[in-house]
């Protein structure tokens, strides 16, 4: 078999890229025909191609020069009394629409008589925030919160509800505890694809929310939408933040890339209202700043519909149907909810619904079957995925929750006993990053950068010793922080928690260091996680943590290296109640089963009795039996804990269906 013939037949099969004329360079199959030519022959835009220009509703095809629309199943060309038509109508049935206001959602047939669908009378249920429909399953999906949910993120919480006929049946709260502010369907493989504003991820979860991942954490600052193209794989996120720009990544969350964004010189200030054309593959977008409507190829090239529209400067969220986009926005001081329809093609039309009200309206959903095209096969059947299976760009990959790790045969799962994990950043042991990385918390002001952006390092106080006293503390019960004016209770001394303002409670000067737990380097005045043994680096200033090491290198991925010598030894063999290695650290921190008079610790690696949660004396090496113990406020003065890093909280469904 040539090599031409082998690539073509590997693009056809997976649909992830095309090779050009040339026979050498291959292009994204989303950048075939998107009106740019990416080919250096310009095979790509070439016939059957249409013009960019060209007015099709959604497919077009280029023969002798003159191009021909066609439609998508389901669809009929409009009626232009013999000339040839560019408008596709859906054939079937009438289209109805589901919009949310405030604390609930109202299900309409005409924008103009609205059922309250009734999510207000939960009390667990109220300011929604986004939602979405699975049209064959009437399966009806919101983020919804508490009214104080801004100021703590994680109030928040993922529902979902039959909804048949414009009345809700069987509503139950599928995750609990997180920021789900907003969220995407992909409809053919039953995920729901979140994106969190304050703790700056994009996650997704299965139907039923027994497994949840998240995908892309890095430099996602106030993110604003997200939408999932499940016929191509790719999703696609918006933010606003420092550096405004629109995202895309498989729907695994492999190969994250910014389309565009303002530090390219972009104009982009405040991208908003994603929604997808699922029959042309084009996203479109609101700049409320720029009050403008933008069309964008799933490759990047971005052109503006309609600019200098005040009315967009208060866009919420938008919908597309046939040819219209529907724009929803609560308009100035009136607080009159209303919305727009422009023409896709054109960005003509404005047509405005003024609907009668009042409250801030948040999101629209146009309901009719051809919104959501079904593929011709479901590239997620038949792959038996301990966890769950996701599509990709170029077919389907299996994955695992969050604080579990694929193993060799990919598609099974490894707990990595991990609290630091992208999903789970405990925030009593972890911080996050700028750029989102989760971090042990002892890695704090340790005089390191173990951040990409050095935020670790960031707002650490010098200690000195001149600073005056202001406040007595109780030597024998508190810590007196070196700021002076400050008293926590001496149970926070060196539990990886900075509790005083000025760190000073974990401050590498203070004696941490001789308290470190088991399997860390004492070195320099601090502790080092024991990943920093034997891994071939000096840390210490005196070479301590490298000392008497084995020269063999590790997989991370499939071995585990033994405390004290480094010696590598299979992962299997951890945790599988033989000792491996001579100081037995590969049955060290292994999971426990505690009975019901007990509570565990360490990670879920010990058990202690309830009476001796709270008695003063600490039974774990992670002091989480003595933490936020009562304490007489008498004794107890001034004390603050600094503001919570963000963190997200794995959680289990409470209702299973």
Request: proline share 5%; with cysteine.
């Amino acid at each position: 078999m040539s090599l031409l013939l082998l690539l073509i037949l590997i693009s056809s099969v997976t649909g992830f890229s095309r090779l050009c004329n040339n026979g050498k360079d291959q292009i994204l199959e989303i950048q075939w025909c998107d009106g740019v030519s990416d080919c250096p022959d310009g095979s790509d835009e070439a016939p059957p191609c249409c013009p960019p220009d060209t007015p099709c509703s959604q497919s077009c095809s280029l023969s002798g020069g003159e191009a021909t629309c066609s439609c998508q199943d389901g669809f009929l060309f409009l009626p232009t009394g013999g000339v040839p038509s560019t408008t596709c109508r859906a054939q079937a049935s009438t289209r109805e629409y589901l919009i949310s206001i405030d604390d609930d959602i109202s299900f309409s047939p005409d924008l103009q008589n609205f059922n309250p669908l009734g999510l207000d009378a939960h009390p667990d249920s109220n300011s929604v925030f986004d939602f979405g429909y699975d049209h064959r399953r009437e399966l009806l999906f919101w983020c919804s919160g508490e009214q104080a949910v801004y100021e703590a993120s994680n109030r928040k919480s993922l529902w979902r509800g039959q909804l048949v006929n414009g009345k809700l049946y069987n509503p139950i709260k599928v995750l609990s505890q997180i920021d789900c502010f907003k969220l995407s369907l992909d409809w053919v493989n039953q995920r729901v694809y979140w994106a969190s504003q304050d703790n700056r991820r994009v996650m997704v979860t299965d139907y039923n929310g027994e497994w949840s991942k998240v995908l892309v954490w890095r430099n996602l600052d106030q993110i604003r939408g997200i939408a999932v193209s499940p016929s191509t794989g790719y999703m696609f996120w918006s933010c606003w933040g420092d550096n405004p720009h629109i995202g895309r990544a498989g729907m695994d969350g492999t190969d994250p890339v910014l389309l565009i964004q303002k530090e390219d010189g972009m104009v982009i200030e405040q991208p908003t209202a994603l929604v997808i054309d699922h029959f042309a593959n084009r996203l479109y977008w609101v700049d409320a700043v720029g009050k403008s409507l933008h069309v964008m190829t799933f490759s990047g090239h971005d052109r503006i519909l309609r600019e200098g529209d005040e009315q967009l400067r208060y866009a919420l969220q938008m919908d597309l149907f046939e040819d219209s986009l529907y724009i929803v926005y609560t308009s100035g001081e009136s607080r009159k909810t209303e919305m727009n329809r422009y023409n896709k093609l054109t960005g003509l039309g404005h047509t405005r619904h003024t609907m009668g009200l009042n409250g801030t309206l948040t999101g629209i959903k146009v309901l009719h079957p051809t919104q959501q095209p079904s593929r011709p096969s479901n590239p997620c059947q038949g792959k038996s995925c301990e966890h769950f299976c996701l599509i990709t760009p170029d077919g389907a990959t299996c994955a695992c929750g969050d604080g579990y790790k694929l193993t060799d045969d990919r598609r099974s799962c490894q707990y990595m006993n991990n609290p630091c994990t992208q999903f789970y950043c405990d925030p009593t042991k972890c911080l996050m990053c700028g750029d989102g990385e989760c971090l042990l918390m002892k890695f704090r002001c340790d005089g390191d950068s173990d951040c990409q952006d050095a935020t670790d390092e960031q707002n650490c106080v010098a200690v000195t010793s001149s600073i005056a006293r202001t406040m007595d503390c109780d030597d024998a019960r508190e810590f007196s922080c070196r700021s002076g004016d400050q008293c926590i209770a001496r149970q926070h001394e060196c539990d990886d928690i900075q509790h005083c303002r000025d760190g000073s409670d974990e401050h590498p000067v203070n004696p941490c260091a001789g308290q470190c737990q088991l399997y860390e380097v004492a070195c320099d005045g601090k502790c080092l996680s024991y990943k920093k043994r034997c891994n071939g680096i000096s840390d210490c200033s005196d070479g301590s943590d490298e000392a008497g090491c084995s020269s063999e290198p590790c997989d991370e991925d499939t071995e585990f290296r033994c405390f004290s010598s480094g010696r590598c030894i299979p992962l299997r063999r951890k945790c599988d109640r033989h000792s491996d290695c001579s100081d037995s650290s590969d049955e060290s921190f292994c999971p426990v089963v505690c009975s019901a008079t007990q509570i565990s610790c360490d990670q879920n690696t010990k058990c202690i009795e309830h009476n001796e949660r709270c008695d003063g004396a600490l039974d774990c090496m992670d002091k989480s039996d003595e933490a936020d113990c009562p304490i007489d406020p008498g004794h107890v003065t001034g004390y603050q804990p600094i503001r919570d890093q963000y963190f997200l909280i794995r959680s289990v469904p409470d209702i299973h269906p």
